[in-house]
Structure formats: C-alpha cells, structure tokens
C-alpha cells in the first residue's frame, strides 16, 4: 500500500486568508483526490486532482475557493482560499494503487481551524 | 451519479454480540465496495473490500456482502469487542472512478 504524507496536519487560520495543504506519495499513483470532511460527518469528495491538468471538481466545489495542483504522479496540493468559519474541517487527500486495484488510501488529514 | 445511503446511523451493541451495517448505491457501474473504519481524530482505515465478481469476503471477525441485482452490501462483524467502537463508512465507486462514501455508523460496543 502507498504511504502518504500530508501536511500541515493542523492549523488554525485567521478569516481571508488562505492555507495550501501538500500530499506526497511515495509511489507513483494513477488517481489523486481530496475530500473534506465536516465535524460529525461523512467524507464529502471535493475534487480530482489530474496529473497535468486541471482538476474535476464536484459539484458545490470551484477552483477559485479549492485550486488544486498535481505537476506529477507523486504530490498534489489544495488550496483553501480566503477562508470563513465554515471552512473549519478536516482535509484528508487521497489515493488509489497503481498496481490495478482501486483500493483507496488516506494521508493522515489536516485539521483546519478558522477564527 | 452515484448515490450511497447507510444505515443505521448508529448502533449500540453488548459486547460478544454481532453487528451489521448496511449500505445501497445507485450507480450499476460501481464494482468496488470498501469499507473503513474512523475511530476519533484518526484517518479512515480500510478494513475489509469487496469486488463485484464475489458475493462474499470474510476476514476473521469481519464479512462483507454484496448483492448486487439489489445494489446493497452490508458488513458483518462477529464476536464484538470494545476496540471495535468507532465510526465506520461504506463507499462505493472503483474502475479508476472516484469512491462516494456513505454517512457513516458510529458503533459502541459495551463491556
């Protein structure tokens, strides 16, 4: 299975700013995505990050607030842009196996916090 | 796209009882059905998949089912023991697609 490091794992915010997440993998992996999950609740995908290209956001979500990178087949950012109180959440990336499964994996999360 | 519901949304058992969640997906091109467990500030653990050429997947305590002419599979877990107290959530998706997560049961197992 994939290793892989999120960071920060936390961080407390103020309001208008804006906070980047990296995930580094240790192997190269086919599919990339975020979700984010809300205090008490489910995981809630926010997008898929595509290798050199733009990535595939679900619906509610838009580049402008959660611009996200993947310049290759190990790392990929998020970017939570000019953060409100209702951005506080947990940020988890995720992954699925190159070797042909589709297991999914998580980093171990950021927990973001804004004031 | 795809929809996933779980139920129940929580369930409370003795401990050495049996357990079981059950989930429904909407989408017929899903073939991947994983299932992971959340115990509190953690990740999201894989603990058991299943695939939709098999019907039935068991490891130890742990069993996975799925039917899929009705779109459902359910997880079974035996012999309950307190560590097993945690948030667990079902998913469907696969084929290289993204993985839709049900809401989640937070299951408490009683000394």
């Known amino acids: 299975s994939a290793v892989i490091s999120q960071k920060p794992s936390r961080d407390i915010c103020q309001r208008g700013t804006s906070l980047t997440i990296q995930c580094q993998v240790d192997s190269q992996v086919t599919m990339m995505f975020w979700y984010r999950q809300q205090p008490g609740q489910s995981l809630t995908l926010i997008a898929t990050a595509n290798q050199g290209s733009e990535a595939t956001y679900e619906s509610g979500f838009v580049i402008d607030k959660f611009p996200i990178s993947r310049p290759n087949l190990t790392f990929s950012t998020l970017t939570v842009s000019n953060m409100s109180p209702e951005d506080s959440s947990i940020y988890l990336c995720?992954?699925?196996?190159?070797?042909?499964?589709?297991?999914?994996?998580f980093g171990q999360g950021t927990r973001l916090t804004v004031v | 796209g795809e929809n996933v519901e779980q139920h129940p949304s929580t369930l409370s058992v003795q401990e050495g009882d049996s357990a079981v969640i059950k989930c429904t997906y909407s989408?017929?091109?899903?073939?991947?059905f994983p299932w992971y467990k959340q115990e509190l500030g953690k990740r999201p653990q894989l603990i058991i998949d299943?695939?939709?050429?098999?019907g039935e997947k068991k490891d130890q305590r742990i069993a996975v089912t799925l039917n899929k002419t009705a779109k459902h599979f359910s997880l079974h877990i035996t012999e309950t023991q307190p560590e097993d107290s945690a948030v667990y959530f079902c998913a469907a998706g696969g084929g290289y697609n993204k993985l839709i997560f049900g809401a989640g049961t937070r299951l408490a197992v009683h000394p």
């Open positions: 989408d017929s091109a899903s073939n991947y």
């Open positions: 995720s992954v699925e196996d190159l070797g042909g499964g589709t297991e999914a994996f």
């Open positions: 299943i695939r939709s050429n098999v």
